[in-house]
T-cell receptor, first 114, second 112 residues
C-alpha cells in the first residue's frame, strides 16, 4: 500500500518570506513523487517531480522540493512567496514499478498575505 | 488539443439516473487515469488505462462504475443508478508512460 501525509491543512506566510509545505510518504520500492497546485474551479497543475538523481528538484514558478529518503519526505519550498502563490497544494506518490496508480495527500492550503 | 478536456463541466443527476462523463486526453498520451475528488480531500484513484487496455480498476467503488477507452483515445466514465454519495468532482488525467500526469478541469457531479 502507498500513502501520503500532508500534516498541515493550512500554511500562512507573508509575501517575500520563504515558504515550506510538508509532505511525507510511504511506498513499496522506490518512489516517484509529485507536487501539484489547484486553483479554485481549476484542475490540478503539475509543479515538479522527483524520479531519480539530484535530491533537490526545481519546478515551475520558482518552486523546488527536496527528496529525503531517510525521512521519507518531499517538502515543497520557495525562497520568496508571492500573493499569487495562494492556492491548494497536493503531494502525490507512485511506486516506480507501477505506471498507474498515484496516491494523493489531502492537500495544504497556502495563503500568502501582502 | 492543448490539454485534457472533460465534458460536461457540471452535471446534475437525479438519484437513480445513469450518467456518462467524457475525457479527451492530450493527443499521443498512452496513459489515462480517472480520479474522484470529494470536497476538501485529495483525488482518489479510480482506474487506469494504457491505450485501450484497462490495467487497473481497483479504485472503482462499486459495480455501478464502469470506464472504457475503446480506441485508446477518448474515455468515458459511466455511473449507473447514481446515488448521493457519488457527488464529487471527477478528474481525468493523461500522460506518457511513466511520466507526470496532466489533469483536466474535471466534471462536478451533483446527485439530487
Amino acid at each position: 500500500a502507498q500513502s501520503v501525509a500532508q500534516p498541515e491543512d493550512q500554511v500562512n506566510v507573508a509575501e517575500g518570506n520563504p515558504l515550506t509545505v510538508k509532505c511525507t510518504y510511504s511506498v513499496s520500492g522506490n518512489p516517484y513523487l509529485f507536487w501539484y497546485v489547484q486553483y479554485p474551479n481549476r484542475g490540478l497543475q503539475f509543479l515538479l517531480k522527483y524520479i531519480t538523481g539530484d535530491n533537490l528538484v526545481k519546478g515551475s514558478y520558482g518552486f523546488e522540493a527536496e527528496f529525503n529518503k531517510s525521512q521519507t519526505s518531499f517538502h515543497l519550498k520557495k525562497p520568496s512567496a508571492l500573493v499569487s502563490d495562494s492556492a491548494l497544494y497536493f503531494c502525490a506518490v507512485r511506486a516506480n514499478t507501477n505506471a498507474g496508480k498515484s496516491t494523493f495527500g489531502d492537500g495544504t492550503t497556502l495563503t500568502v498575505k501582502p | 488539443g492543448a490539454g485534457v478536456s472533460q465534458s460536461p463541466r457540471y452535471k446534475v443527476a437525479k438519484r437513480g439516473q445513469d450518467v456518462a462523463l467524457r475525457c479527451d486526453p492530450i493527443s499521443g498520451h498512452v496513459s489515462l487515469f480517472w480520479y474522484q475528488q470529494a470536497l476538501g480531500q485529495g483525488p482518489e484513484f479510480l482506474t487506469y488505462f494504457q491505450n485501450e487496455a484497462q490495467l487497473d480498476k481497483s479504485g472503482l467503488p462499486s459495480d455501478r462504475f464502469f470506464a472504457e477507452r475503446p480506441e485508446g483515445s477518448v474515455s468515458t466514465l459511466k455511473i449507473q443508478r447514481t446515488q448521493q454519495e457519488d457527488s464529487a468532482v471527477y478528474l481525468c488525467a493523461s500522460s506518457s508512460v511513466g511520466a507526470e500526469a496532466f489533469f483536466g478541469q474535471g466534471t462536478r457531479l451533483t446527485v439530487v
